[in-house]
Structure formats: C-alpha cells, structure tokens
C-alpha cells in the first residue's frame, strides 16, 4: 500500500484543512439549517450527534475517499473472518467471535473457533448459576455472596468499569471487588473487609504469570490460609481466567472451575470471553449475555453500513481529521452520567494502547500524527475544572459527550440540571462567545471603556471547538456493549488509516521485562552494576 502522505485524498484534506480553519461552525448552522438531521445518526440504543464538527460534505467525502484508499473495507472483512492481522505476533483478532451470535463459523488456521466459544460461554453461565443458586459453596458450607476480582489492564479494567457502569443491575446479594493494583495497600484494604467464609476469589491472568495478578493471588492466598483453612479449601474459594490449566491446579483450582482464553483475544479486548465472569456473577449472566448481544449488533451495522452512514466509521475519520489537519492532540471523553464516569478510563487503555505508536505495519516510522491521548472524568465535575483549558486553549480539543435519557430512579430536577448542563457545553464549545458580545454585557458596568475592552477580551471564547454528543435512552446492558464496541471498531479505523497495528503493545511489555530485571537487583539476586546509574542510586536509596 502506498504512503499515507501519498494518498489522494489526504492532499486534498490538506487543501481544505486552511480553509475550515477560518470558517466557524455558528456560520455553518445559520447556513444550513438541516445540518444538526444530516449529521446525526442511530444505531444500537446509541443516537450520535457529529453536527458541531469542523467539517462539510466536501471536508467528509474526502475521509470516507481515504478510509477507502487505505483498504478499510478489506481490513473489516479481514478481522471478522479471523486472519492474522496481528501482523508483530502472528495472531488472528477475534474478540468479535466471542459476541457472535449469527450462527456462522468464524476460523482461525482452518479450525472452527464458534464452538469453543460456546462452550466457554455455557461454562460462565453454568458458575454464575451455581453461585448465585447457592450450590457453590464455601468450605463451612456458607453461599457465596463476595466476589474479589484480581487482574491487571483489560483483565481488570474491562469486568471493573462494566460492572460499575451497570451499577442499577447489579445483584443485591453479590459484592464484587477489583483488585490491579501491586501496591499492598489495595489488596490489603480489600482483605479486611470480606469474611473468609463468603468470599470467592477469580484470579485473571492468561500465563498466571502476570507479575501484579500472581502476587496479589499469593496474597490472597496466604490470607486465606491464615484462617484456620487447609489447601484443600482453596478450590472452594479460587477460580482463575487462564490457558495455564496445570499451574492454576497446583496453586490449589479445581481443573473444573479454570476458564480458559484463546490466544487471538487481547487483554483490553477480553472483557467478552471468559474475563467478564466477574461481570456475570455480579450482574447475572442474563445482562452479561446482553452485553454481549449490544455489542454484536454493532459489529452487524459497523461491517454492513456504507462508510458514511457508519457509526464508528464516521467518529474515527473525524478523529482522523482533527489529529492530522486541524492540529489536536488530544480527545476528551466526558460522559453525564455517575456510573459511566470510569469509561473514560477505559478508552484511554483501549485508544492509547492501541494506537499509540509510531512504526507502519512495514516498518517505517510514521511522519504523522498518530493516536491522541485520550482523557475525561464525569461532566460536571469536569465544569469546574478543565472545561476552562477546552473553552479557551489555542489548541483544538475535539470533545465526545455520552449522556442517557433516563435513569434509574430518576429525580427529575437534578436530571433536567444534568441534561442542560451537557448540551449546554456542547453549543458553548462550539458557539462562544465574542469580544463584542462580551463588551456589550459589560455596558453598564461602571467600568472605564479601556477596563471594559480588557476585561471583554479575557472573557471572550472564539467557540468553534468540536464535539460529538451520544445520547442513549439508558445505558442498560445492551446498550453498554453496543457503546464499548463503538470505540472498540473507531480504533480498528484508525490504526488502519495510520498504518498501524493495533493489536500488539510491545512498550507494555519492555516495561514489565526492565520491572523484572529491577526486582531482581532490589532482592539482592543481580547485581547493580548492570544498571544505569540513576537507577542504581533509587535502589539504593530504597534498600538503605
């Protein structure tokens, strides 16, 4: 494939790029008043607004001509029918097999891969059913009605914003706690407040190796067996997500409560497969399988809908047009709603680990911009804070708005307050406010004219700053998936577009690696000498 430079399409978006650059959205609106129709579209629950966007139909034409020229159509096709396109490890890229439901085969080196994720499918189910039954019992007999979930990246990321995005739907007699982090404290706090005898353990980890996980797991463990415990209890209380079946055995699993994953699933993409157990059991697997179903409905329109009636089609090419013609370098997520506040964070691993790179499929290193970095908290906390950066930086920040239409139990005025809030920032960002009309408020102020023209300009926003809304009727399972898929496809465009692949994470792994080789040095089993020399002085500091 030629250079991205090279593309037809991408001289022309660099022809139109100065000239969008001095026309304002406020002028596009009165100029057109179908733009807010034309511009918005719907498909899983989800309604998306792009209208208060930097662009016109010329500026769009031209994206779709590029994801075009860039063979995004065959790189859909080539994901969904499980070709290696994990180029780096030779893998095939099948979290969209784990939410097929359309009954056809999907093959990975000439193997059918639909029944093993059936059959993994009815095992998650089978578990959540005898827990929440009550026939999975601890070792005095006790129910279960604890979960501590311990993972790290997407084993941890994905099951812990799911099941705090669904708040509402989860089981009143099931707690579920997440454990990542290595710092002690964590697993520490979380420890002294389950009871032994309730509490169920699902360790994550596909080698059950993870450095992070295994510790914690071992931690766990020991707790556990400070309880007056014996090791055969701790197949009661120990589950692990992992392909390791024999090392999950000799830390004490039963071989039948070891869920296994394929090696085609990426970590931040495998909260579908067996790594969303703890979101069945905290849920019921009912709005599990949901979730599931959500997001198939979107992999249906994202691989049939024309470039420019599809959804993640159309925000990943905006994306692509602010990051490489317009000069952002950063995306804000900024959902009004309290349960969903932690999504942002769950893009930021997906987008950032995904595309943050800088060498092309072939090789080369990249003479554009690539992955923004992505970033966000709950929109009206955000008001008070970094939404100044955004109304008044002199760099564009392209801005996504999630919000539901209803809630459970819903207080009307506080939903009113939020609802105004958040399309209220969005023709804000995108209308501002100008010199003159700041001057004109400040008419009878009693201020001198020269006071008044200064105090204007520091109150002055030049708007024009982008912004999708996505507005559902309520982020109920179904719509969770379809919403997670959504970002999860942008992202597939985008490193399409960029050359990349997004589906490796080599700088993950070399900081695991030199984390390693400095464990060793700080427990005394390598010597300091083969590390740099600041690092040998935080070493020492730290063992002194």
Known sequence: MEKLTNANAWAELEKLAPLIKRKHMRDMFEQDDTRAQRYSLEIGGIFLDYSKNRVTDEVLTQLFSLATQRGLKEKIAAMFSGDAINTTEDRAVLHTALRNFSKKSVYVGGHDVMPEVKTTLDKVEAFTTSVHSGAHKGYTGKSIDTIVSIGIGGSFLGPKIVTESLKPYQRDNIKVHFVANVDGCHIHDVLATVDVETTLFVMSSKSFSTQETLQNTLTAKDWFLSKNTSQ???????VAVSSNVKAAVEFGMAKENVFPMADWV????????????????????????????GAFEMDEHFQSAPFEENMPVILAMLGVWYRNFMGAQSHALLPYYHYLRGFPAYVQQLDMESNGKS?????????YGTGPIIWGSEGTNGQHSFYQLIHQSN???????????????????HHNMLASNC???????MQGKTFEECLQDLQNSGLSQEEK????????????????????????????????????HKVLVQGCIWGLNSFDQWGVEL????????????????????ADSSTQQLIERFTN
């Open 232 to 238: 055969a209890d701790i197949a009661k209380h120990f």
């Open 266 to 293: 990426g970590g931040r993409y495998s909260l579908w497969s067996a790594i969303g157990l703890p979101i069945s059991l905290a849920l019921g697997f009912e709005h599990f399988k949901a979730i599931l179903e």
């Open 359 to 367: 060498t092309t499929l072939n090789g080369l290193t990249v003479d």
């Open 395 to 413: 760099l564009p920040i392209p801005v996504d708005f999630l919000f539901p239409t209803t809630v459970p139990n819903q207080n009307t005025t």
């Open 423 to 429: 399309f209220g920032q969005a023709q804000a960002l």
């Open 453 to 488: 023209q200064v105090l204007a300009n520091h109150k002055t926003m030049p708007g024009n700053n982008p912004s999708n809304t996505l507005v559902f009727n309520q982020l109920d399972p179904k719509t969770l998936g379809a919403l997670i898929a959504l970002y999860e």
């Open 511 to 530: 900081g695991k690696v030199l984390g390693n080789q400095v464990l060793d040095m700080i427990e005394g089993n390598t010597e300091l000498s083969s």
